[in-house]
């Protein structure tokens, strides 16, 4: 990988196209690696200690809709959809497009409040009783934010030659 200057061929130097490939494959191996933390983050319990730290988030929310705990039952049915945005998401890493990266912002964008948002509405305990799931509520956020900033470069990049291009 080498790019050429004015005298020639500057070894060690990637291209600029190469730079680019590996932050849309970066880009796409957290946007993946969100979607696995949310998709885990719903099998396992959110917390250590309280009414529903036994439970897992789909547990949980078929508790909630039963109306067996004092939060809202919507809450049980909102559950139902961090899983299925965070299918979607794995489903659109390897995909490439504007629509698709508007698709990806509003996913981890919904899934970033309402996982966080249940986690404070069913936190009836002190902060310290969090377990997995609630930490990988985090990661999961940290890791959509990061796919989303690779995104973002690359889009700007392209915009950047287009408008080279034309020039």
């Known amino acids: 990988m080498s790019t ?9 130097t990637p291209a600029p196209v190469d730079d680019r490939r590996r932050r849309e494959l970066l880009g796409s191996a957290l946007w993946a690696a969100a979607a696995l933390a949310w998709t885990i983050a719903m099998l396992v319990p959110w917390f250590r200690a309280g009414a529903l730290s036994h439970l897992s ?14 939060i809202p039952s919507a809450a049980g049915f909102v559950v139902l959809l ?5 299918w979607v998401l794995l489903a659109l890493a390897p995909a490439r497009g504007r ?3 508007a698709w990806r ?3 981890w964008l919904a899934s970033t ?5 249940l986690v404070v509405l069913m936190a009836s305990v002190s902060a310290d009783t969090y377990g997995w799931g609630a930490g990988l509520v985090v990661v999961a956020c940290v890791l959509g934010a990061g796919g989303l900033c690779c995104s973002t470069l690359v889009r700007a990049e392209e915009a950047e030659e287009a408008q080279e291009a034309e020039g």
């Open 99 to 101: 629509l698709v990266l």
């Open 82 to 86: 961090l899983p299925l945005a965070s």
């Open 113 to 117: 409040v309402v996982g966080l948002g």
């Open 4 to 12: 050429t200057s004015a005298t020639g061929p500057m070894p060690g």
């Open 57 to 70: 988030p789909i547990e949980a929310g078929g508790a909630l809709r039963t109306g067996l705990v004092g």
């Open 105 to 107: 912002i509003l996913l």
